[in-house]
């Protein structure tokens, strides 16, 4: 496990794809799990660890995860994510190039349940719920293209369903319509940075997840700019 940033009121971790964060039906060990026992043992806390977590990522995705330490730093950290107030970007390779280099996509997605899966409309329907991502192209190399996205709201899959939908689905993403899965059952979706007000001390915390070790992702970030706004 990889410990991307640490205080007495949060942590920040670098999840390997295929981890899940929090508890579910598979009764796989979650990541949440991990963080107490290593707050645990190097803190040599008795009893019960709390660790609340914050926001979620997809099973098959990587990178920052955000876990709060502290009960006051989870209700304004909630909060904070709910409305906007921490900035996400991720990175994506997509096996088409998008039409524009920058753009906003705007549609309505409605999940299914039984699916596990999300699907977009351009106009409003029933049970939908609207969903706004912004992105830049950033590279692209060996038929692939590397997109930066951030998002605007937090919807089901967003991302997946929205690149998808707009003819760029993510490598690996066989739910999305990617023509072949990765080795790893990974999709190369990466949550890679996270940029907020540190909900106590209220200083700005900037943080990225190190990209996959692999020779395209190497090729697609390797001139990639820190400080890209998007």
């Known amino acids: 496990m990889q410990i991307l940033y640490e205080d007495n009121h949060i942590i920040i971790v670098n999840k390997k794809p295929g981890e899940i964060v929090q508890g579910d039906k598979t009764g796989d060990r979650p990541l949440s799990e991990l963080v107490k026992d290593y707050i645990k043992e190097k803190y040599a806390k008795p009893g019960n660890v709390f660790l609340g977590v914050a926001h979620r990522l997809d099973r098959p995705v990587g990178g920052v995860v955000v876990f709060a330490r502290t009960s006051k730093a989870l209700t304004r950290l909630n909060a904070m994510f709910g409305s906007g107030k921490v900035e996400k970007t991720y990175l994506a390779i997509v096996a088409n190039r998008p039409q524009s280099e920058?753009?906003?996509?705007?549609?309505?997605?409605?999940?299914?349940?039984?699916?596990?899966?999300?699907?977009?409309?351009?106009?409003?329907?029933?049970?939908?719920?609207?969903?706004?991502?912004?992105y830049a192209l950033v590279a692209s190399a060996n038929n692939y293209h590397l997109v930066a996205v951030r998002l605007l709201t937090?919807?089901?899959?967003?991302?997946?369903?929205?690149?998808?939908?707009?003819?760029?689905?993510?490598?690996?993403?066989?739910?999305?319509?990617?023509?072949?899965?990765?080795?790893?059952?990974?999709?190369?979706?990466?949550?890679?940075?996270?940029?907020?007000?540190?909900?106590?001390?209220?200083?700005q915390i900037e943080v990225f997840a190190p990209c996959p070790d692999t020779t395209l992702w190497h090729a697609l970030t390797n001139n990639i700019d820190h400080s890209l706004t998007i």
Do not use: M
């Not at 999940?111 to 699907?119: A, H, P, W």
């Not at 899959?157 to 739910?175: E, F, M, V, Y």
């Open 154 to 203: 937090g919807r089901h899959h967003q991302i997946r369903c929205q690149l998808a939908s707009t003819g760029c689905p993510i490598k690996g993403d066989l739910k999305y319509g990617a023509r072949r899965s990765n080795a790893d059952g990974s999709i190369s979706l990466l949550a890679w940075r996270v940029k907020f007000v540190h909900p106590v001390s209220q200083k």
């Open 102 to 134: 920058r753009g906003e996509i705007v549609s309505w997605l409605t999940r299914n349940e039984r699916l596990n899966k999300s699907f977009s409309s351009d106009k409003p329907v029933a049970n939908a719920k609207e969903a706004r991502l912004r």
